[in-house]
């Protein structure tokens, strides 16, 4: 069967030969010929690199905030927010070793999946309660003295 | 291939190749475990999108209660990131040691972690007690009520992922760097880093965009 010879294959190659063992697997080329048997690799240089990034992204959104560097909350909100995608990026990319071709793609088609939903609850939650509050009822004379 | 079925054509032209059910070159996940495993992560990431978004609605009701900028210390905040940061990189460390088939080094890192992880939990259970005691807790306000649920759900996961990885040095003393202990650390790994993941959503949404005035 193709499928067995290509895991004869597999299990020939010099590295990866425990893990192929431990997982049974077979029946893929391999984009690289190993990586995929026993999940995700890290490197000590990847965690390194990504526990520097994250740091360095974590400190700086901290310092923006205790020094107050921005006169405008929204700015410092908005920088903020950009910080935390990026570090989310870098700890999805050096953390959890996600890229394209892990599992077949489907990790990263359920992140994107998920993302989409994340974002249309998020926004939309937001977005339709502020526009509710803003036109409700106001709540005391104070309100209704400052309504439009 | 000598092997390979091949059905008999009515046509009696032998079919240049021999069947294939696969998609030449397509990797195919043999073992679902983690595939699956990070379904549930997505699905968890999915209650945290609306523990956020409740938050998000409801973070500046504060029912002439205390605010963010009262209530929130930053640098025990800032102490709290790190901790678990740290703890990130060391679980990668015991990941490291687990590939090289070393128990004992795996173990340690496995030990440091869970200590970061630990004292993660303290100070945020500190942080609550304090709240509570300076009455603004979860029945103070909306505020209060959804701060306490997000980070109360992302705490309680870290408690899980503690007693998880409590388990596993256990497993792991017991039977070594066996298969199915190498899939559970994994899926362990993944679970952990998701935890620091929705962490830097929790402190920058709810803790740094809290003290902005």
Redesign the interface.
């Known amino acids: ?3 067995r ?1 290509d895991h004869m294959a597999n299990l020939s190659q010099a590295h990866g030969m ?1 893990h192929a063992a ?8 391999g ?1 690289d010929g190993h990586g ?1 048997d ?2 995700p ?4 240089k990847g ?2 690199t ?2 520097v990034l ?2 360095i992204l ?1 400190a700086i ?2 310092w923006l ?2 020094n107050r560097v921005f006169d405008s ?1 929204r700015v ?2 908005l920088v ?2 950009a ?2 995608v990026v ?2 990026v870098v ?2 990319v050096y ?2 070793h996600l890229d394209a ?1 892990s ?5 990263m088609l ?2 994107i ?2 993302l989409v ?2 974002v249309i ?2 926004s ?3 977005w339709i ?1 502020y526009h509710l509050n803003s036109n409700m009822m106001p709540a005391s004379i104070h309100d209704m003295r400052n309504m439009p | ?1 000598s ?2 079925y091949a059905p008999p054509l009515t046509g009696g032209q032998t079919p240049p190749q ?1 069947l ?3 998609v ?9 475990t ?2 699956g495993f ?2 549930y992560l ?1 699905s968890d ?2 209650v945290f ?2 523990l ?3 938050y ?2 409801l973070g500046r009701s504060y029912a002439a209660g205390p605010s963010g900028a009262d209530l929130f210390d ?1 640098p025990l905040v ?1 102490v709290n ?2 901790l678990l ?1 740290l703890s ?2 060391t679980y ?2 015991a ?2 040691e687990m ?1 090289r ?1 070393r128990i004992g080094a795996t173990q340690g890192w496995l030990a440091v972690t869970g200590l970061l992880g630990a004292g993660f939990l303290g100070l945020e259970l500190y942080e609550f007690a304090h709240l509570i005691h300076e009455g603004a807790g979860p029945q103070r306000s909306a505020f209060l009520s959804s701060f306490f649920t997000l980070v109360g759900t992302h705490g309680l996961h870290v408690t899980f992922g503690i007693v998880w990885l409590v388990t596993m040095m256990v497993q792991v003393q017991l039977h070594g760097l066996i ?1 199915a202990n ?2 559970r650390l ?1 899926c362990l790994s ?1 679970f952990w ?2 935890l ?2 929705i962490w ?2 929790v ?3 709810v803790y ?2 809290g ?3």
């Open positions: 069967m193709t499928v010879t425990q431990d997982h049974g697997h077979g029946g893929h080329g984009h995929e026993d999940g690799h890290g490197t000590f965690y390194v990504g526990f994250a740091a974590t959104p901290f905030v205790m909350s410092t909100a903020i927010l910080f935390a570090q989310i700890h999805i953390f959890l071709k599992e077949s793609g489907w990790n359920a992140l999946f998920t939903l994340v609850t998020l939309g939650s937001i309660m | 291939m092997d390979t021999p294939s059910f696969h030449e070159g397509e990797h195919h996940p043999q073992n679902g983690l595939l990070w379904v997505m990431c999915l999108a609306c956020f978004a409740t998000g609605v930053l800032a990131t790190s940061l990130s990189i990668g460390f990941m490291l590939r088939n298969p190498r899939r994994m993944l880093h998701f620091d993941l830097v959503g402190f920058t949404f740094l965009m003290v902005l005035p």
